[in-house]
Each structure stands twice: as C-alpha cells, then as structure tokens.
Nanobody, 120 residues
Framework: QVQLVESGGGLVQPGGSLRLSCQHSGSIFRIYILAWYRQATGQQRELVARISSGESINYADSVKGRFTISRDNAKNTVYLQMNSLKPEDTAVYYC??????????????WGQGTQVTVSS
C-alpha cells in the first residue's frame, strides 16, 4: 500500500511563491505518473502538472511558465514550485500517483490535500 503525504501549503500574497512537497511511502511500480491536481471550492478537480517515470512532463495551460514539477527519487518526493501566484490558484492541492505493474495491474492513490490560499 502506498501513502502520499503533502506539505507546503499556506497563505501567500498575489505574486508570491510556494513549494508543495509530496512524499510517497512504500515501493512503487516501474511505470508511474506522479501528478498534482487542485480543486477550488465549487469546482471540479483539475490536473495541474504531472511527471512520468519516462520523464515526460505536462502542465495545465493556466500554470505554464509559473509552476514547475520535479521529483527527487532518492527522497521519494515530488515537488510543485509555484511562482507568480494568482488568487485564482486558490484551491486544495492533491498529490496523485498512478502506477501500472508489468502484469498490467494498475493502482491510483491520492494524498489528503493541502490548502493553498492566494490573497492580499
């Protein structure tokens, strides 16, 4: 069983920066995607950024050029560096792991979420 623990959320002024961290415990499969999603109040959960085991990286259009996803395999941690934050970035941010074994078995895990509030 894999557990995901997020940290780094908080209150920041517009234009500020935050770095979210998500540490996963337990072994993961060779093929995986680590991602950050967010859900604003009254809105659907949306993909923010993802990084695959094959080093492919994708961003939502709304965060391109401002957010950077990265990972440290030695620390079992994926990061989301968020710069030039805007009020519309306010949401609960969730870490997600999707993985697939060599036998085709797939699993999907979510963290508990961390609140990011951008406000003056």
């Amino acid at each position: 069983q894999v557990q995901l623990v997020e940290s780094g959320g908080g209150l920041v002024q517009p234009g500020g920066s935050l770095r979210l961290s998500c540490q996963h415990s337990g072994s993961i499969f060779r093929i995986y995607i680590l991602a950050w999603y967010r859900q604003a109040t009254g809105q659907q959960r949306e993909l923010v950024a993802r990084i695959s085991s094959g080093e492919s990286i994708n961003y939502a259009d709304s965060v391109k050029g401002r957010f950077t996803i990265s990972r440290d395999n030695a620390k079992n941690t994926v990061y989301l560096q968020m710069n030039s934050l805007k009020p519309e970035d306010t949401a609960v941010y969730y870490c997600n792991l999707f993985q697939r074994s060599d036998l085709g078995v797939s699993n999907n895990y979510w963290g508990q979420g961390t609140q990011v509030t951008v406000s003056s």
